[in-house]
């Protein structure tokens, strides 16, 4: 099959009209063209469509509304479905590419090197700092200082979260697409280990940088979900080994945590969920909020596990082409 463009950019929104806008003055920034966007909106309610093709880019985009809300792995899916060139690149409606040069650059890199599964970098801001994030299956993230990130060239990680992961199309469907079972988060983690699993590497390079605002418009910040998937990921993808150490993983981690955001605000802290002025009584809140999470997460894989158990080896939502 010959495709017709080289690059598929795949943006999926929910209820973040404006920044979808931001996102895609930096898209049709790039200096490298050969490529289409499709844009799959899950059932916003924000008009965005509208608002779209008020800023002049509803005519430069595919264009997909679903008609209710099903979460990031299939409005992805849906994407991949729709895309015709030989890459997928996956960005989040809330990201900024920081470089006019970036798409340019991951697709000659990733054209030289058959090695790359994906390639990518996300930069957020915590407090006054700016940092590049690298992701992993299980410690906390880590992060570099941006202004040192000259050093990161294709440095492999575990994963790259799709905010900003280049991908080739014909990869993402041999690991059958994104987990659907999954509404949202550990969808791009899955997608990493199965691209491991088939012997390609990860990698994070500066010059692949996108600023990733992680706006609360729309985001599911809720631990439940993001512990209930985090255990059924180490069920499906890990030993049963791991699994036994996934809960003194997790407590390590709180405490580190903890320790590493101590001198943040809970504005900072990017929660949601707690209103008011008390900074001790918010973060009370969000830990309570942590804690329940994590215990919900534990309690509910266990009463589900002959559910999780059954999906092992059912979990392919697209096929090769």
């Known amino acids: 099959m010959t495709n017709l463009v080289k690059v598929s950019i795949i943006i999926p929104s929910y209820n973040r009209a404006d920044d979808l806008v931001n996102c895609l003055e930096s898209v049709f920034n790039q200096s490298f ?3 289409e966007v499709i844009v799959v ?6 008009n965005t469509k509208q608002i779209l093709n008020k800023k002049g880019f509803l005519d430069k985009v595919v264009y997909l509304r679903n008609s209710q ?19 997928c690149w996956f960005l989040d409606s ?9 798409l340019r650059f991951l697709y000659e890199a990733s054209e030289r090197d058959s090695r790359i599964g994906s390639l990518g970098c996300e930069v957020i801001q915590r407090g006054e700092n700016l940092l590049i994030r690298e992701h992993t299956f299980f410690t906390n993230d880590l992060t570099y200082p941006f202004l040192e990130g000259k050093k990161l060239i294709l440095k492999s990680c575990d994963y790259l979260v799709t905010c900003n992961c280049f991908v080739r199309k014909n990869l993402v469907q041999s690991v059958g697409g994104f987990n659907e079972l999954y509404f949202y988060g550990y969808e791009d983690t899955e997608l990493g280990k199965k691209i491991l699993d088939l012997g390609f590497k990860n990698y994070i390079d500066h010059r692949a940088a996108v600023f990733h605002l992680r706006s609360l418009i ?21 030993s049963f080994i791991q699994l036994l150490k996934l809960p003194f993983i997790d407590i390590e981690n709180l405490i580190k945590g903890i320790k590493k955001t101590k001198g943040l605000s809970v504005d900072q802290l990017r929660s949601k969920s707690v209103i008011g002025t008390n900074q001790i009584l918010n ?12 215990a919900y997460g534990y309690c509910w894989n266990l009463i589900f596990l002959p559910q999780t158990l059954f999906y092992k080896n059912k979990r392919k939502f697209l096929r090769d082409v």
Not at 94 to 102: F, M, P, V
Not at 283 to 294: A, C
Request: charged share 30%; hydrophobic share 35%.
């Open 33 to 35: 063209s050969d490529f």
């Open 41 to 46: 909106d899950d059932a916003s309610t924000d």
């Open 69 to 87: 809300r099903v979460g990031v792995s299939k409005t992805k899916n849906k994407g991949v479905r729709l895309a015709k060139g030989k890459y």
């Open 94 to 102: 809330d990201t900024k590419i920081l470089s006019k040069k970036c």
């Open 218 to 238: 729309s985001r599911t910040s809720n631990y439940r979900l993001l512990f209930k998937n985090r255990i059924r990921f180490t069920i499906w993808n890990f």
């Open 283 to 294: 973060k009370m809140k969000v830990l309570v909020g942590y804690l329940f999470g994590l």
